[in-house]
C-alpha cells in the first residue's frame, strides 16, 4: 500500500525580467511545494522574490531549482561542464534563492534540478554525485527530490542527503525509468483525466510505468506537475482533488521528509 501523505509539487517562477510563464499564484493555491527557477533556465531577483512571497503565504515549501546556464535553451539543452563549474553553478543558483528568501523570512528546504541537468544527472552517474557533492557542501540538511529509479536517486543516497522519490504526472516514461524525450509525440500526457490515471496508475503498482507497460519499483513521495503546460492549473487541481477523496493527504516535502 502506498503512504497516504503525499506532496505535490510544480515547478515555477520561471520568468525572467517583463517576461512570465505560467500561473504561479493559482499553482501555488494547488501545490504543496515550489521548486523555484534561480538565475540558470529562468529567474530573476524580483521574480525569485514574488514566488518565495506567494509560496511562503500558503504554506508551501520552497526548493531551488538549479539548472545548466542556458537562459536560451531554458536549461533544456545539456552542456558540458567540468565537475567544479558545475558545482559553481549549483552553489551559486541555490545561494541566490537562499539569499532572495531570507528576505521574506523563509528558508529554502530542498534542491531539484531543473531540465537536462534533471535528466543526464538521472543516466549519469559521475554528474549525478557532482549534484550531490555540491548540495551536500551548501547545506546536507537539503531534501534532494530525485527523479524515481534514477541515478540521481542512488547518489543522493550515497552522499547521506535525505532523498525523496518523484514522478511526473504529466510525462511519459521509457523502460529504463527515464523520461520519453520531447522530441517524441508521445512525451507529454495531456489532459487532467489522462494525467491521474497516469499517476494512481503508478501509485497503485508502487512503480513507474513505461510505455510499453514495463515497471520499475519506486517509493513514490512525490508528483511533479510541470506549470508550464497550458492546462498545468486545471491538471493539479484535479489530481489534488483526486488525491484528496481517495484518502491521500498532500504535505510540503519536509513533512513527509521527517
Not at 3 to 28: C, K
Not at 183 to 204: F, N, Q, V
Request: hydrophobic fraction near 50%; charge should be negative.
Amino acid at each position: 500500500m502506498p503512504t497516504m501523505r503525499l506532496n505535490l509539487n510544480a515547478d515555477l517562477g520561471e520568468g525572467y525580467g517583463p517576461w512570465s510563464m505560467g500561473d504561479d499564484a493559482a499553482m501555488l493555491e494547488i501545490v504543496a511545494s515550489a521548486n523555484i527557477a534561480c538565475g540558470g533556465h529562468a529567474g530573476d531577483p524580483e521574480t525569485m522574490r514574488r514566488t518565495v512571497r506567494l509560496a511562503q503565504a500558503r504554506g508551501v515549501s520552497i526548493g531551488a531549482h538549479p539548472s545548466y546556464p542556458d537562459l536560451q535553451g531554458f536549461g533544456r539543452r545539456a552542456m558540458t561542464l567540468s565537475p567544479a563549474e558545475l558545482e559553481g553553478q549549483i552553489a551559486f543558483q541555490i545561494g541566490a534563492l537562499a539569499g532572495v528568501a531570507s528576505l521574506e523570512a523563509a528558508q529554502v528546504t530542498h534542491v531539484k534540478p531543473h531540465g537536462a541537468l534533471n535528466n543526464l544527472a538521472s543516466i549519469d552517474r559521475g554528474v549525478a554525485d557532482t549534484v550531490c557533492r555540491a548540495i551536500r557542501a551548501i547545506d546536507r540538511r537539503l531534501i534532494l527530490l530525485a527523479p524515481a529509479a534514477s541515478q540521481l536517486l542512488a547518489a543522493g543516497h550515497a552522499a547521506g542527503l535525505n532523498v525523496l522519490e518523484e514522478i511526473f504526472a504529466d510525462r511519459a516514461y521509457l523502460p529504463d525509468g527515464q523520461l520519453v524525450p520531447r522530441s517524441r509525440p508521445d512525451a507529454l500526457i495531456h489532459g487532467a483525466e489522462a494525467c491521474l490515471a497516469h499517476t494512481l496508475a503508478m501509485l497503485e503498482a508502487g512503480a513507474l510505468i513505461a510505455v510499453n507497460g514495463a515497471r520499475i519499483a519506486t517509493a513514490i513521495a512525490s508528483i511533479c506537475v510541470h506549470g508550464d503546460n497550458p492546462d498545468a492549473v486545471g491538471v493539479a487541481r484535479h489530481l489534488r482533488q483526486a488525491l484528496v477523496a481517495r484518502g491521500y493527504r498532500i504535505v510540503p516535502l519536509p513533512e513527509i521528509a521527517i
